[in-house]
């Protein structure tokens, strides 16, 4: 529901959420934050914060005229003496579990300082920001990314907390690497960190990165005795610029990630950079086969980047690395074996669409 004009409250808009308030406020505010960032908003969304864009201050967060959720005190028109206005961000119990309320309060004078109306604004600003989100695009690339090019949100948090469609790839990995107290290794695109936690039982130390700010808490937070340990950190970073040192770790590896790497020998090179001299790669990443099978559905098969192995070696051999090795293998008996649902286990059924790389650095510097 968006309303007009009236007095106090220039501009309300009240949304019906399923679950409760205590589910929702949290995981709503945590991914604002995260949107805001990229956004180039900073601050946090809890009462005394400011919000700065860039360098530039423009809100102070208070605790709302009444109930759950935040209060803005807004002056978005340095050069207007109206009063400044407030978004209201509040959350109460409703008829689906819970009702967001966003208004802007004292938002109109703040425009007629500037001769404009609310509808103005409205009209060319909230309602094409709403309906450009729901564009088939939009909705295409939202899904993609809060589902697992950058996982945000309840349902990702739950899914990636225990990927059991990624064990039998880890335990594909573990097998081939036999990773030992001595091993240092680094994972990219680590998501909640379930790999890190089976790859941190052989008593490696390890560093998990992954450019989804809430599947670096996640990960953090499933393997918190090992970060207390100092055995693991996990960082926030992308993989075509790791925050890694150059020559550091022993093995280097990347689960169900590759595909969706825009630039795939940047970030091979950046993986062989973090590497040490005779470190060792793997990476298990879709086939051109996978596309359509429940391995790959729409729209992630045509959304990722899907390689032949041979492709996949070249360009691994093009980023620097040498003895490659690329197969094909059946993770169905892995899928059997760790005692999975029938509905996963038939996602592993005949072989194809899987590709296990293998690779060396060898070299003794950073770059090829
Ligand atoms: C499908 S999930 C797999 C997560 C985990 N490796 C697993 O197997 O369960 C892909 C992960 O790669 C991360 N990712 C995608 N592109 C990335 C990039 N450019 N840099 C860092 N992480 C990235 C995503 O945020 C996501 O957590």
Not at 10 to 28: L, T
Not at 335 to 342: D, F
């Amino acid at each position: 529901m968006v309303e007009g004009a009236s007095a106090s409250i220039p501009f309300r808009v009240q949304i019906e959420i399923e679950g409760s308030v205590e589910e929702n406020a949290p995981f709503i505010v945590q991914r604002l934050v995260d949107q805001l960032r990229d956004l180039h908003v900073t601050g946090e969304l809890a009462p005394g914060a400011t919000l700065v864009e860039g360098d530039v201050p423009f809100g102070t967060v208070e605790s709302p005229s009444e109930g759950r959720g935040l209060s803005i005190v807004l002056q978005p028109f340095p050069w207007t003496d109206a009063p400044p206005a407030r978004l209201e961000i509040r959350f109460e119990p409703g008829a689906a579990g819970t009702r967001l309320t966003i208004e802007l309060r004292d938002w109109t004078a703040t425009l007629q300082g500037v001769d404009l109306r609310v509808s103005d604004w409205a009209s060319a600003i909230f309602l094409p920001a709403l309906l450009r989100g729901l564009t088939p695009s939009h909705l295409r690339d939202w899904y993609m990314d809060t589902t697992a090019r950058r996982p945000s949100g309840k349902h990702a948090v739950e899914s990636y907390r225990s990927p059991k469609y990624h064990w039998p790839s880890f335990a594909l990995l573990l097998d081939r690497l036999h990773l030992t107290p001595s091993d240092r290794l680094i994972e990219v695109g680590c998501g909640g960190g379930a790999f890190l936690h089976q790859a941190l039982e052989s008593g490696c130390s390890a560093v998990g990165i992954d450019h989804s700010p809430e599947m670096v808490r996640l990960a953090r937070a499933e393997n918190a005795s090992t970060v207390t340990q100092g055995r693991l950190t996990v960082f926030e970073g992308d993989v075509e610029k790791l925050p890694a040192e150059s020559n550091t770790f022993s093995v280097c590896v990347c689960a169900n990630a590759f595909f969706f790497f825009p630039d795939p020998v940047a970030a091979l090179k950046e993986m062989y950079r973090a590497l040490r001299p005779g470190g060792r790669l793997a990476i298990v990443t879709d086939t051109p086969r996978a596309r359509g099978t429940p391995a790959a559905p729409e729209p992630f098969a045509s959304q990722s980047r899907l390689y032949e192995p041979d492709e996949l070696a070249e360009l691994a051999r093009t980023a620097g690395f040498s003895h490659v090795e690329v197969e094909e293998p059946d993770l169905e008996h892995y899928a059997i074996s760790l005692g999975l649902p029938e509905k996963v286990v038939a996602v592993f059924q005949g072989k194809g669409g899987t590709v296990l790389l293998t690779a060396l650095k060898t070299r003794d510097e950073g770059s090829p």
